[in-house]
């Protein structure tokens, strides 16, 4: 059974940075892509940021562009994200999420829908 763990979420303040960073374990596992979502409250989940195994096709939220960064270590079977310049909306429960089968494109990895395993979520809180 495959199952992702996140970590590294916390309080921070406006400006400041963080790192999460998610963990697939549990046996031979084939990662096609890894994705970050967030969800904060009273919201629906949405789309933050997306890597394909290869690294090679790499996504972003409108938000998240020029502060946010995914990277991967294949051998680790670990996603990070380096957020920096952190703001108040930037406040939610991040989860990691898996995609272990191919798809027709990696565009599809900025979707939920196309994700087999889901974390547990790590919350961030960015302070004024």
């Known amino acids: 059974q495959v199952q992702l763990v996140e970590s590294g979420g916390g309080l921070v303040q406006t400006g400041g940075s963080l790192r999460l960073s998610c963990t697939a374990s549990?046996?031979?596992?084939?990662?096609?892509?890894m994705g970050w979502f967030r969800q904060a409250p009273g919201k629906e989940r949405e789309f933050v940021a997306a890597?394909?195994?290869?690294?090679?096709?790499?996504y972003y939220a409108d938000s998240v562009k020029g502060r946010f960064t995914i990277s991967s270590d294949n051998a680790k079977n670990t996603v990070y994200l380096q957020m920096n310049r952190l703001k108040s909306e930037d406040t939610a429960n991040y989860y990691c999420?898996?995609?272990?089968?191919?798809?027709?494109?990696?565009?599809?990895?900025?979707?939920?829908?196309?994700?087999?395993?889901w974390g547990q979520g790590t919350q961030v809180t960015v302070s004024s």
């Open positions: 999420a898996l995609r272990v089968a191919e798809l027709s494109t990696s565009t599809l990895l900025k979707y939920e829908h196309y994700y087999n395993y």
């Open positions: 549990g046996g031979s596992v084939y990662i096609y892509g």
């Open positions: 890597i394909s195994r290869s690294g090679d096709a790499i």
